[in-house]
């Protein structure tokens, strides 16, 4: 059973390193790409992550700050991020669109924090939750 534990934690070890050194390829959808080409010219852009995944190592150029939760504040839903990227750009939480496809972290999150919200509801799945009466909602 030890054997067994070791060889899967240096399995995963060895996973979140090579994703971590960007020796992983995650696929941006062209789509997504083509909209923050356009928006990078317009508005000042952030990415806010509980992921490991850092943004430059994937291709994603578009972004003036990047910030990730427990290295730079503690993760969504907490307000951290959104209140130091609010700082960052010298604005106000309530002038922030925070876009994400995760109710609780992204959704919950920015509307605790003071900003705007967007749900990308990539599953299509239905929700009676409160909170999208507070943010816009994408299928």
């Not at 059973?1 to 960007?22: D, F, H, I, P, Q």
């Not at 991020?81 to 999150?109: C, K, M, R, W």
Request: overall charge positive.
């Amino acid at each position: 059973m030890v054997k067994m534990r070791l060889k899967l934690t240096a399995l995963w070890y060895s996973r979140w390193k090579n994703l971590l050194n960007g020796d992983i390829k995650i696929d941006v959808p062209a789509e997504s790409i083509e909209v923050l080409n356009q928006l990078k010219y317009r508005y000042p852009l952030s990415v806010i992550t509980n992921g490991n995944v850092i943004a430059t190592r994937i291709g994603l150029e578009h972004f003036q700050l990047s910030l990730r939760g427990g290295e730079q504040g503690r993760a969504k839903p907490h307000q951290d991020l959104f209140h130091q990227t609010a700082d960052y750009f010298g604005v106000t939480p309530s002038e922030i669109l925070h876009i994400g496809d995760n109710l609780t972290t992204d959704v919950q999150g920015a509307i605790q924090a003071g900003c705007q919200a967007v749900w990308i509801n990539l599953s299509g799945k239905k929700t009676s939750i409160h909170l999208l009466k507070q943010a816009f909602c994408l299928h």
